[in-house]
């Protein structure tokens, strides 16, 4: 049965599209998808992103067991409210899943997962969660809305209760702050400032409905990926997997290696390392015409192939562009083959766009 959130009723009454997405059902536009992707970059748009999984650890061990379980390290979060993005890894390197991790207090931190992969994280963190004695609990009573924009911050502090707004405007990048059962976190998945807001999933619907009369659009998954790969965003399922690690992602700034802490995946990574050779994540600008899907070759002559993980048009540079794994001694030029056609491609590094401002050349 596919599972919906708690806007769900909401969607409908907009008029949105809806569409299955990993088992959700969820909206894809609500009119036009290149106008939602606009009003994001250039003024203030919003998200129902309350099928993706928080979940709540508490106990003694729960630092160790982060420790254990996160490429990244969570003792770089001394903190309240600071966060840090990172991959949770099988012991061969493969990405089980990319979240975000918040230090709320000591033996309480708080998770936010993917949707499509919910099960499974909850199934790996409650194995070791078990073994540390760390009480693991999803809050599937939480709803979950991103707000996204130049003036995302503002539109979301004036629906505040007056009593949160200077903090709630006071946070800095990547923290979050509690209030009850409203968590405000300085995060996003679009390139823009904004905040993701975690609440009662009962007041959703109206903290929803007053957003858009405060003039914030609602947006739906096509922008929210238009948005996303314009910043160089990786998708789980398609920039990262089981079978392949952060090395080879783009994500090795999220990998902590200085020291001793001994987490899994930890000797796969520093082999892989060693050997050397490791494909890179890199972006692609397509000069031809055409548009850039995944899953098509990426040829780069003497180099090797490589493919594009991520694909699509691009509404604020007006033109396609990817991401795109390639073999390590890939050059600036590549060709890439749309259903037989040879088309050329310019290689740049990630972002393409952030804040609004086109950061390769065009």
């Known amino acids: 049965m596919t599972q919906r959130t708690p806007l769900h009723p909401v969607h409908l009454e907009l008029g949105a599209r809806m569409v299955d997405f990993g088992g959700w059902d969820m909206p894809l536009a609500y009119g036009s998808q290149i106008e939602e992707h606009h009003a994001v970059r250039r ?14 650890l508490h106990g003694a061990a729960v630092r160790d067991l982060l420790s254990r379980l ?46 499509g992969t919910a099960v499974k994280d909850l199934e790996w963190i409650g194995r070791h969660a078990a073994q540390a004695g760390v009480k693991v609990a999803p809050r599937r009573d939480l709803a979950m809305i991103a ?7 503002a539109r979301v502090v004036s629906q505040m209760p007056a009593v949160y707004q200077e903090r709630v405007l006071a946070l800095a990048p990547f923290f979050g702050v509690a209030g009850g059962e409203l968590f405000v976190a300085r995060t996003g ?29 609602p947006c739906g ?40 802490r001994d987490f899994i995946g930890r000797e796969a990574l520093v082999e892989q390392k060693r050997r050397g050779g490791l494909r890179r994540l890199v972006g692609l600008v397509l000069e031809d015409r055409g548009v850039l899907r995944a899953h098509q070759r990426v040829l780069a002559g003497e180099a090797g192939e490589g493919e ?8 604020t540079m007006e033109r396609s562009i990817a991401l795109a794994r390639v073999p390590a ?14 088309v050329s491609a310019r290689v740049v590094k990630p972002p393409f766009v952030r804040h609004g401002q086109v950061l390769v050349n065009v």
């Open 70 to 115: 996160l490429a990244n390290d969570v003792g770089r979060l001394k903190v309240p409210g600071k966060a840090l993005y990172s991959c949770m890894l099988r012991e061969d390197g493969g990405v089980i899943d990319d979240l975000i991790a918040y230090f709320i207090e000591e033996g309480w931190f708080r998770l936010v997962v993917n949707a």
């Open 308 to 315: 594009i993980t991520s694909g699509g048009w691009s509404p």
């Open 43 to 56: 003024d203030a748009g919003m998200f129902d992103v309350s099928h993706m999984c928080v979940v709540d």
């Open 147 to 153: 707000v996204q924009g130049p003036n995302a911050r």
């Open 189 to 217: 998945y679009t390139g823009e400032d904004g905040f993701e807001v975690m609440l009662p999933a009962v007041q959703a619907p109206t903290f929803w409905l007053a957003l858009k009369a405060a003039g914030v659009a």
């Open 329 to 342: 001694g890939t050059g600036d030029r590549v060709q890439v083959d749309l259903r037989g056609r040879l």
């Open 221 to 260: 998954l096509g922008a929210r990926d238009t948005l996303r790969l314009e910043a160089g965003m990786n998708l789980y399922g398609n920039d990262m997997d089981e079978g392949v690690g952060p090395l080879e992602s783009g994500l090795g700034w999220t990998v902590v290696l200085d020291g001793e």
